[in-house]
T-cell receptor
Framework: DAGVIQSPRHEVTEMGQEVTLRCKPI?????LFWYRQTMMRGLELLIY????????DSGMPEDRFSAKMPNASFSTLKIQPSEPRDSAVYFC????????????FGPGTRLTVL | AQTVTQSQPEMSVQEAETVTLSCTYD???????LFWYKQPPSRQMILVIR??????QNATENRFSVNFQKAAKSFSLKISDSQLGDTAMYFC??????????FGTGTRLQVTL
């Protein structure tokens, strides 16, 4: 079975540019999570969706960040405009529905904003 | 808010030996889940083991086992017969009624020959 798929794996962009990160959750999972990992703050939740609906976006740093989940098999995290402090590894994770408590992580996207 | 503390930033163990990584957490909830994730240099977050708080029996997965002490809010990971491939960052994580995972700061484990 394919795991969580993220693209791109690496992204280098210049300050002010728009960045879009993509995630395909494991088929059949109905919860999707976006995390960010930095040296300073460790792993922190940005937002999560349940059945394509955003449930908790309290971790989204500011209005420059937005996330969507138009269907059960696709989600995007967009940063516009990007800033150097957004440089981090962004992980997407998905979790099964009933009876599922384990989150399965994608390989991450390493974002560098120059 | 829940907090997860890993007090050992780095540890080293020789191949074939046993090592224990510490984790403590703070919560007022009674039903929750605890996890250990491994992050090798590839960056992939890999689930090592999980524990439901309502289960008294400690979880075991092959060479990996936990010592779950609910009253002490402690959740340590024991790795037996350490292998070079166990070299990684290990994160302890908590999940309560909220769906999100709260992570500790991680322990970097180095397995040496």
């Amino acid at each position: 079975d394919a795991g969580v798929i993220q693209s791109p794996r690496h992204e280098v962009t210049e300050m002010g540019q728009e960045v879009t990160l993509r995630c395909k959750p494991i088929s059949g999972h109905n919860s999707l999570f976006w995390y960010r990992q930095t040296m300073m703050r460790g792993l922190e939740l940005l937002i999560y969706f349940n059945n394509n609906v955003p449930i908790d976006d309290s971790g989204m740093p500011e209005d420059r960040f937005s996330a969507k989940m138009p269907n059960a098999s696709f989600s995007t995290l967009k940063i516009q405009p990007s800033e150097p402090r957004d440089s981090a590894v962004y992980f997407c994770a998905s979790r099964p529905g009933q009876g599922g408590d384990t989150q399965y992580f994608g390989p991450g996207t390493r974002l560098t904003v120059l | 808010a829940q907090t997860v503390t890993q007090s050992q930033p780095e540890m080293s163990v020789q191949e074939a030996e046993t090592v224990t990584l510490s984790c403590t957490y703070d919560t007022s909830e009674s039903n929750y889940y605890l996890f250990w994730y491994k992050q090798p240099p590839s960056r992939q977050m890999i689930l090592v083991i999980r524990q439901e708080a309502y289960k008294q029996q400690n979880a075991t997965e092959n060479r990996f086992s936990v010592n779950f002490q609910k009253a002490a809010k402690s959740f340590s990971l024991k790795i037996s017969d350490s292998q070079l491939g166990d070299t990684a960052m290990y994160f302890c994580a908590f999940r309560g009624t909220a769906s999100k995972l709260t992570f500790g700061t991680g322990t970097r484990l180095q397995v040496t020959l």
